[in-house]
C-alpha cells in the first residue's frame, strides 16, 4: 500500500523559508519511473504545482516559483524535502505531495497540510 | 505550459441525471497522464480517474473517463447528491503539471 504524509509547520512568517517534507512508503523513489511532486492548492483555487524530483534525481520546478522553491530527495530515509524561500502572505495555501510512476500513470496524493503564511 | 480549459464553468443537475464534463488541453496529452478529481468544499482533491480511463480505488464505476490527444471526457452516471463538488481535470506529462479551471457540480 502506497502512502504520503506531509509535515512541517502550519504558520510561518513572511520573508521566512518554509521547509515541508514527505515521508512516503510503499514504494522507492529508487525504482526507474518513480518521481514525487509537490503541489499546492490556495484557499478557493485550482491546485497548483511546484515541483518534481524523479528516480534518477532529475528536478523540474514551477516557471512562476522558480529561484524561490529547492526540491530534494532521501531515499534512505523515503523522504521528499521542499524549501521556499522568502514566503509572502499569496502562499498560504494546503500542500500536498504526490507520487506518480511513469510506467502505469499511477498517481497517489497525500492528505495535505495547510500552511498559513503570516506575521 | 499545456493549458487546460474545462467545460462548462457550472452544471445544475437532478440525481439520477448523466453528465459529462469536457477538458481541452492546447497541444496533446498523452492518455497514461491525464487525471480528473472531484473536490468537495473544505476537503482536498478526491482521485477519480486516472491514465484517462481508469478508476481509482474505491471510485463507483458510474464515474468514466475517455479521450485522446486534447480532448478528454468525464461522464457521470446517475448522478448522486454526493457527486456536488467541483471537478478538474489534470496533466501530469510535461513539466509543469497544469489543471483545468474547474466545472461546479450542483445538484
Known amino acids: 500500500q502506497i502512502t504520503l504524509e506531509e509535515s512541517g509547520p502550519s504558520l510561518v512568517k513572511p520573508t521566512q523559508t518554509l521547509t515541508l517534507t514527505c515521508s512516503f512508503s510503499?514504494?522507492?523513489?529508487?525504482?526507474?519511473?518513480?518521481?514525487v511532486a509537490w503541489l499546492r492548492q490556495p484557499p478557493g483555487k485550482a491546485p497548483e504545482w511546484l515541483a518534481v524530483?524523479?528516480?534518477?534525481?532529475?528536478?523540474r520546478y514551477s516557471p512562476a516559483l522558480k529561484g524561490r522553491l529547492t526540491i530534494t530527495k532521501d531515499t534512505s530515509r523515503n523522504q521528499v524535502v521542499l524549501k521556499v524561500t522568502d514566503v509572502d502572505r499569496v502562499d498560504t495555501a494546503t500542500h500536498f505531495c504526490?507520487?506518480?510512476?511513469?510506467?502505469?500513470?499511477?498517481?497517489?496524493w497525500g492528505r495535505g497540510i495547510l500552511v498559513t503564511v503570516s506575521s | 505550459e499545456i493549458v487546460l480549459t474545462q467545460s462548462p464553468g457550472t452544471l445544475s443537475l437532478s440525481p439520477g441525471e448523466r453528465v459529462t464534463l469536457s477538458c481541452r488541453a492546447s497541444?496533446?496529452?498523452?492518455?497514461?497522464?491525464f487525471a480528473w478529481y472531484q473536490q468537495r468544499p473544505g476537503q482536498a482533491p478526491r482521485l477519480l480517474i486516472y491514465?484517462?480511463?481508469f478508476r481509482a480505488i474505491g471510485i463507483p464505476d458510474r464515474f468514466s473517463g475517455s479521450g485522446s490527444g486534447t480532448d478528454f471526457s468525464l461522464t457521470i452516471s446517475g448522478l448522486e447528491p454526493a457527486d456536488f463538488g467541483v471537478y478538474y481535470c489534470?496533466?501530469?506529462?510535461?513539466?509543469?503539471?497544469?489543471f483545468g479551471q474547474g466545472t461546479k457540480v450542483e445538484i
Open positions: 491514465s484517462t480511463s
Open positions: 497541444e496533446s496529452v498523452r492518455s497514461t497522464y
Open positions: 510503499g514504494f522507492s523513489l529508487n525504482s526507474v519511473g518513480a518521481s
Open positions: 489534470q496533466q501530469y506529462e510535461m513539466s509543469p503539471w497544469t
Open positions: 504526490v507520487h506518480s510512476q511513469t510506467a502505469s500513470g499511477r498517481i497517489y
Open positions: 524530483v524523479y528516480w534518477d534525481d532529475d528536478k
